[in-house]
């Protein structure tokens, strides 16, 4: 099973700024399997980015990814208030199981 | 717009049977491009993938819970099912079903989510 370690565990920021987001995998996974997801208190995941940095759909451009074999990273250019949530990378490569990261916690410091 | 609404109850006594079911609005789960997922997350365990079901009928299970899991498919009423064996505390956790593109032979990220049904197993 591959592990998906997510650093940091909380991220203190003010908006405007830069968040960066790390995950690190246990084993190599290919560019087009791993997905970033973006949650808020009370709500389902959402996703943000697939296939390493793929936009989804209505995404807004300030989120990006990056990375490959076993270092990912998602970048929120200029955090917005709506931004601060709990971010969780995703690993959906022909490995089974597909696997969660631990999760991000980005909070306004 | 599709949506998956996700229902079943929310107490479960240990040792018993969890039967959820997610009833698909909005798009044909046997339109073909979709594999349908359940998910679960609990404080102590994180987000947990299940099992999907292909509209083909195919499925899939994660290993570690294989032998407890099942799931189907009632596409006449467009809906999908879990269900989840030998219950204890350790499977308290709020369970989400889930809509993920094939990307031609497996299921990609997943792109809808239902709001999620918080199943608690106590005596």
């Known amino acids: 099973e591959i592990v998906l370690t997510q650093s940091p565990a909380t991220l203190s920021l003010s908006p405007g700024q830069r968040a960066t987001l790390s995950c690190r995998a246990s084993?190599?996974?290919?560019?087009?399997?791993l997905a970033w997801f973006q949650q808020r208190p009370g709500q389902p995941p959402r996703l943000l980015i697939h296939g390493t940095s793929t936009r989804a759909t209505g995404i807004p451009d300030r989120f990006s990814g990056d990375g490959s074999v076993t270092e990912f990273t998602l970048t929120i250019s200029r955090l917005e208030p709506e931004d601060f949530a709990v971010y969780f990378c995703?690993?959906?490569?022909?490995?089974?199981?597909?696997?969660f990261g631990g999760g991000t916690t980005v909070e306004m410091k | 717009q599709a949506q998956l609404q996700e229902s079943g109850p929310g107490l479960v006594k240990p040792s018993q049977t969890l039967s959820l079911t997610c009833t698909v609005s909005g798009d044909s789960m046997t339109r073909g491009s979709y594999y349908w997922n359940w998910i679960r997350q609990s404080p102590g365990r994180g987000l947990e993938w299940l099992a999907y079901i292909y509209y083909s009928g195919s499925t899939y299970y994660n290993p570690s819970l294989e032998s407890r899991l099942s799931i189907s498919a009632d596409t006449s009423k467009n809906r999908f099912s879990l269900t989840l064996t030998s219950l204890s505390a350790a499977d308290t956790a709020v369970y989400y079903c889930?809509?993920?593109?094939?990307?031609?032979?497996?299921?990609?990220?997943?792109?809808?989510w239902g709001n999620g049904t918080l199943v608690t197993v106590s005596s």
């Open positions: 889930a809509r993920a593109p094939s990307t031609g032979s497996s299921p990609g990220a997943f792109d809808l």
């Open positions: 995703y690993q959906y490569g022909f490995t089974p199981p597909r696997s």
């Open positions: 084993q190599s996974v290919g560019r087009d399997f």
